[in-house]
């Protein structure tokens, strides 16, 4: 790790939770025409499209914080671009969340605190240990946004193409680094990141 890192790792901070991000691809809801909704369906599609925005905030730290710290200057390049594709994803749900006339989480910062934290440990263990973390992350992440097609309202097919687009990507992301020769993490650590991915939910499907 060296200072120009750093200026990076924070520059990335700081754009990430100030600016509204862009997408590459189409967005994945356009041509998706979601049904008039009732206050209670918008309002837990709205819960749970900010869940995703800040899972969304967390995967960039998380990258960020796990390239900063990588030695293998391979597996930098390939984080830092893996940040870069969950740039859509936050543009993404971001969007969604404006549609359903709803905010991001208030507690975003200290999302990515945390998140860039955790990511910069997993850094320091070595490659086979932050692949692993990675693959992990990615297979929760994925898991969940299966849990959200079941609880999404039926109608709101505009929130549900996001969350199946996403889904499919993050599966992407895992094997990805399942196939460079990811670790699988002992039970306790696995237990721990889904705890902590709890209270980050819990959370930011009300503040
Ligand atoms: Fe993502
Ligand atoms: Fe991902």
Known sequence: MNIDDLIVGFDRALRT???ASTSVRPYPAE???SADLGEDEMAHAAGLMRVNHSGEICAQALYSGQAMTASNPVLKGELDQAAREETEHLAWTERRLE??????SLLNPLWYAGSFAMGAIAGLAGDRWNLGFLSETERQVEQHLGGHLDTLPQGDARS???VSQMRTDEGRHAQMAEDRGAARLPLPIRAVMRMTAKVMTTTAYRV
């Open 17 to 19: 939770l100030a600016s």
């Open 31 to 33: 041509q998706a025409e």
């Open 160 to 162: 549900r193409a996001i």
């Open 99 to 104: 549609e359903l006339g709803a905010r991001t």
